[in-house]
């Protein structure tokens, strides 16, 4: 089995910068793609960003592209997401999710980390 850790929420104005981390541990050969979502209360939760761990491979939900960067370090064993020129839409509790190969979806989740943008 696989747990995340994730790391790096906080508060920020508009225009701000942020960098997200989330760190892999336990049977991480088994992880395909690992992913970023995020969720306000009261909504369904949302695709941010993926990556294919042994080799880029990346996809972006539109409203994130050109400021959103996902990356993943294999000697740290630590995905990231970049978030710049942040909105106040981007306020939610962002997830780090882990693709195993041989399941059929994003099985294994962090406890999410809370990024608040201000106007």
């Known amino acids: 089995q696989v747990q995340l850790v994730e790391s790096g929420g906080g508060l920020v104005q508009a225009g701000g910068s942020l960098r997200l981390s989330c760190v892999a541990s336990?049977?991480?050969?088994?992880?395909?793609?690992m992913a970023w979502f995020r969720q306000n209360s009261g909504v369904e939760r949302e695709f941010v960003a993926s990556?294919?761990?042994?080799?880029?491979?990346?996809i972006y939900n539109d409203s994130v592209k050109g400021r959103f960067t996902i990356s993943y370090d294999n000697a740290k064993n630590t995905v990231y997401l970049q978030m710049n020129s942040l909105k106040p839409e981007d306020t939610a509790i962002y997830y780090c999710?882990?693709?195993?190969?041989?399941?059929?979806?994003?099985?294994?989740w962090g406890q999410g980390t809370q990024v608040t943008v201000s106007s």
């Open positions: 336990g049977r991480i050969i088994s992880t395909y793609r």
């Open positions: 999710a882990a693709y195993e190969m041989g399941t059929a979806d994003y099985g294994v």
């Open positions: 990556i294919i761990r042994s080799g880029g491979g990346t």
